[in-house]
């Protein structure tokens, strides 16, 4: 899934790119104070009734985007803005299905709805960034688009502009995000239920529950002795592995997350109070370990590396790839002053991530059906109003991760049923006028009737469930086909050179997509690919080298003086000594003196240019290694895995962790172009990229402002493709140096 916010505006300083998540999410939750418009529920005079939604305010020219690719259910486009008492209000609005996954297993359906848009009479020309199926529609009543063929939608489309919610001085949107039941449960996890392990599908942060009484030693048990990356202290003489203090958690249970933030491992440990709330213990921060991950696992786990990656970043094992080591030593408070080593491998603790919802960091499911009057709009769940009578940031908190289901307040069909208790006395729709004006203002806002959907369904927090599910960048077939271009360009020859040619696709471009997709998607977590920036320089060079996603085999390898040696994956692992090393890592077992005479044969090829040196080996090779090396270009596992080990490797992340703008470059297309010969054209570079770029092919120009790395152009230009899908701040600048979203003659291969 690849999902973002309605609202991208740029922070008030800084690059966005470098924004946090937290600080995104507290900087929209500052333009969603509204009390009126508040999630999980709103005041009515003196009584709270649901709110599925939030009151995001912004100014009436910043476009509202939709959040996800999805298709258009129903949506008005209103010839004018309403009044109820006195006060402005829109009923234009968009609902949107999203159809998605956060992991192989793990299907996400659900809807976005963007109510009170601005009503046609104040768009001002802006008609035209609509989507066409209802830009020309202008009606005071719902509709269905009259052809879902067109009424598919892509992360980013302007939707609307923010209108008027029944308020002066003050432009804004009504915002929810819902889903039915069988979407809820198809992904959300009830995590209090889970006794050893939850989803396989992990994503975001691992978390572990550690029950009481458990040990904590002083020292990592099992540290490799000797000046590894292990010992070196940061440039604030802060040490990876610190001592600790050896004792126990005697009478509290511990909730600790973990999360790997660049080159730090961060460790958060939590405990429950008396008052049933949950408290921070403290925190561990450890220098340089994200960047040490591979060194780590080669030492911890040396008989099978590569189980042992999954054991640090994941807390358990999910592929078949095992070692003779089973333990998981990792630093962790256990009382206030306290902190110590212990194996969070061992029996009794439980290890989840962010794909199973931890319910103390205040994810729950609260139902209307289950209270004392499930048909109606107010709010009478005890832990809930308790909840929304405090004032304090961890009750606010608490309040974002409530799932709740109660019926929409779209629906027309119950009314009466919903309201009734408003209408009693001293309550504020008692009068027969008021509550003809209440129902005429209803109305007019309604469009349930047009759906399909269950009087009832889950709301949540939108801002709080965007910003859980972009922890999941997981991508779907269609995503991860929008990073093939449409037309490419070709640099015929090293570097940057003079013969660039620009082509239409091929038919098969992008067929990797759909029989990959799910390798593809577990590699990328198991190697730390899971920023944007680190995932975009990914594609960007793995679209290019695998041919625009067609094949796993280098074009042409068997004429190379490496071959049988070639490229194969999805970053095409060449030469024998890249191979020797992937399987090592694999804890595959390899006879030294077969190690050896390879080694030494690949150099007599290297030296003579030739592959008869190789080619001749090929009658005295085991069996079992031909297989290993024809697996990376037909196993699924083996074509992803090797590239992200490949990519770990060399450091690749370590690259992508510092934002470099885009430049554009201009030439002219070579006249043996297919399309647009001789036209004049632009392509961006970006020094980090091209950096990570060499690291991966050609390290010896690591430095050079233009390596003579093969296919440097037709990187670049997957690269901006890729940024357009996975950013939400794309930069790419015009000739007179204004930014766009888009690179120019950019179009999606959808």
């Known amino acids: ?38 999630y999980p529920a709103r005041m009515i005079g003196n009584t709270y009734c649901w709110h599925g ?32 008492e006195g006060r402005p209000y829109d009923t234009s609005f968009v609902l949107l299905r999203h159809e998605t996954e956060t992991g192989a297993a793990t299907p996400v359906v659900f809807y976005s709805l963007y109510m009170n848009l601005a009503a046609a009479e104040h768009l001002h020309g802006r008609t035209d960034t609509l989507p066409a199926c209802y830009r020309t529609r202008t009606s005071p009543d719902a509709r269905v688009p009259d052809d ?6 892509y992360r980013r489309d302007i939707l609307g502009y923010p209108g008027s919610q029944h308020q002066t001085g003050r432009s804004g949107f009504h915002f929810e995000i819902f889903c039915t039941d069988e979407a809820l449960a198809g992904f959300f996890r009830d ?57 126990s958690n005697t009478g509290q249970q511990l909730y600790v997350s973990v999360r790997l933030d660049k080159d730090k491992r961060i460790t958060i440990a939590r405990i429950r109070t008396a008052q049933g709330q949950y408290r921070e213990l403290g925190r561990v921060e450890q220098p340089g370990y ?53 194996d969070l491998s061992q029996a009794g603790i439980v290890r989840l991530s962010d794909a199973d919802f931890p319910h103390w960091l205040g994810w729950k499911k609260v139902e209307e059906g289950a209270m004392l009057t499930p048909a109606d709009a107010i709010v009478d769940e005890p832990a809930t109003l308790q909840m929304l009578s405090g004032n304090g940031d961890a009750g606010k908190a608490a309040l974002r991760h409530l799932v709740v289901k109660h019926p929409t307040e779209w629906d027309i069909s ?51 469930f965007i910003h859980h599910m972009r922890r999941a960048l997981w991508l779907s077939v269609g995503e991860l086909r929008q990073a093939v271009p449409a037309r490419m360009l070709r640099g015929i020859g090293s570097g940057i050179p003079d013969k660039i040619v620009y082509e239409a696709a091929t038919r098969d471009a992008g067929v990797l997509a759909r029989s990959h997709k799910d390798r593809l998607n577990t590699a990328w977590r198991k190697y730390g690919i899971t920023t944007r920036a680190r995932l975009a320089a990914f594609l960007g060079n793995s679209v290019q080298e695998t041919v625009w996603f067609s094949t796993l085999e280098e074009k042409g390898g068997s004429r190379y003086w490496y071959s049988p040696w070639f490229g194969r994956g999805f970053l095409q692992l060449t030469h024998t000594p890249n191979y020797l090393e992937y399987w090592k890592f694999r804890g595959r077992n390899i006879d030294a003196a077969m190690d050896a005479a390879l080694r030494a044969t690949y150099g007599r090829a290297k030296q003579l240019r030739s592959n008869v040196p190789l080619h001749g080996a090929e009658l005295t090779l085991a069996g079992n290694i031909v297989n290993w090396r024809e697996d990376v270009a037909v196993d699924a596992y083996s074509a992803a895995d090797s590239a992200g080990h490949y990519w770990l490797k060399n450091r690749a992340n370590e690259e992508l962790d510092t934002i470099k703008p885009n430049y ?24 980090s990229f091209r950096r990570a770029s060499c690291i991966v092919n050609l390290p010896g120009h690591l430095s050079r402002k233009n390596p003579q790395l093969n296919g440097l152009v037709d990187r670049y230009h997957a690269y901006a493709y890729a940024q357009v899908l996975l950013f939400d701040y794309p930069t790419f600048p015009d000739r007179a140096g204004i930014v766009q979203f888009k690179p120019e003659d950019y179009e999606w291969k959808r």
């Open 148 to 153: 879902p063929k067109n009424a598919k939608i």
């Open 191 to 247: 995590s209090g239920r889970i006794t050893e392990n939850g989803s396989a599908d992990i994503y975001g942060d691992v978390h572990f529950v550690i029950p009481e009484g458990k040990s904590f030693v002083a020292a990592h048990p099992r540290l490799p002795k000797g000046n590894g990356v292990w010992r070196t202290a940061d440039k604030d003489g802060n040490l990876m592995f610190p001592a600790g203090t050896a004792g």
């Open 290 to 342: 994200g960047y040490a991950m591979l060194a780590l696992a080669e030492a911890l786990y040396p008989d099978n590396p590569s189980a042992g990656l999954e054991w640090l970043t994941f807390g358990r094992v999910l592929s078949e790839e095992r070692s003779r080591h089973t333990d998981n030593w990792q630093l962790v408070h256990y009382a206030p002053s306290s902190v110590g080593y212990i």
């Open 664 to 687: 554009r470059h201009a030439f002219s297309v070579h006249f043996s172009s297919q399309l647009r010969r001789q036209d004049a054209f632009v392509f961006y570079e970006n020094a």
């Open 1 to 38: 899934m690849i999902i973002s916010y309605p609202i991208l505006t740029m922070p008030p300083a800084g690059n966005a790119m470098e924004e946090s998540e937290d600080a995104w999410l507290a900087r929209l939750l500052a333009e969603s104070d509204d009390p009126k418009g508040a």
């Open 53 to 84: 939604g939030l009151h995001i305010g912004a100014n009436s020219a910043t476009p509202v985007r939709a959040i996800a690719d999805g298709t258009i259910v129903a949506y008005r486009l209103a010839p004018k803005t309403e009044t109820y």
């Open 414 to 464: 119950d009314l009466d049923a919903r309201f009734a208790r408003l209408r009693e006395p001293g309550m504020p729709l008692v009068s027969e006028d008021s509550w003809q004006r209440f129902k005429e203002q209803a109305q007019k806002l309604a469009f349930w009737q047009h759906t399909g959907l269950p009087r009832a369904v889950w709301h949540f927090n939108p801002l709080q």
